[in-house]
């Protein structure tokens, strides 16, 4: 009976020591989580890159919503965009949207990259450069009515 006794009081033991280290880990994700906090020079930077928007004639969204997809240092659009997956990616866009054997190059409107363009100009400067490279490699033209 003694046994079973300290058995129970050790599982008891073990229970109350875990939940208090679950506890304070959590307690110290809670102090360090930095998630969805703007800066102010993503605000800034998502109104700039919203006047180039629509300097280029292109649909703006919200302020809140650039600066929540672009932060303060343009995201995954600024990093290495001339790398060959990045520019495969874009070409993969460029295409008729046929799947297998029917996929086809396309002559893309002339809009296809002015908001990537937009974007590398405001957030990252030192890669536009390359993106613009790359688009006047492609044949563009006036394809989509307004």
């Given at each position: 009976m003694s046994d079973d006794r300290n058995g129970h009081q050790s599982h008891l033991t073990?229970?109350?020591?875990?939940?208090?280290?679950?506890?304070?880990l959590a307690f110290a994700g809670i102090?360090?989580?930095?998630?969805?906090?703007k800066s102010q020079e993503a605000d800034?930077?998502?109104?700039q890159l919203s006047l180039e928007l629509s300097k280029a004639g292109l649909r703006v969204p919200t302020t809140d919503a650039i600066a929540g997809v672009l932060g303060?240092?343009?995201?995954?659009?600024?990093?290495?965009?001339?790398?060959?997956?990045r520019r495969a990616t874009l070409y993969g866009m460029l295409t008729n949207g046929?799947?297998?054997?029917?996929?086809?190059p396309i002559v893309a409107d002339?809009?296809?990259?002015?908001?990537?363009?937009?974007i590398m100009k405001v957030y990252c400067p030192q890669h536009l450069e390359t993106l613009q490279q790359v688009a006047n490699e492609l044949k563009l033209a006036k394809t989509v009515r307004e």
């Open positions: 073990l229970y109350i020591v875990s939940g208090l280290v679950f506890l304070l102090l360090t989580y930095r998630g969805a906090q800034a930077k998502a109104a303060d240092d343009g995201g995954a659009v600024c990093q290495d965009p001339g790398n060959a997956l046929a799947a297998g054997p029917g996929l086809r002339n809009n296809a990259l002015r908001g990537q363009l937009a």
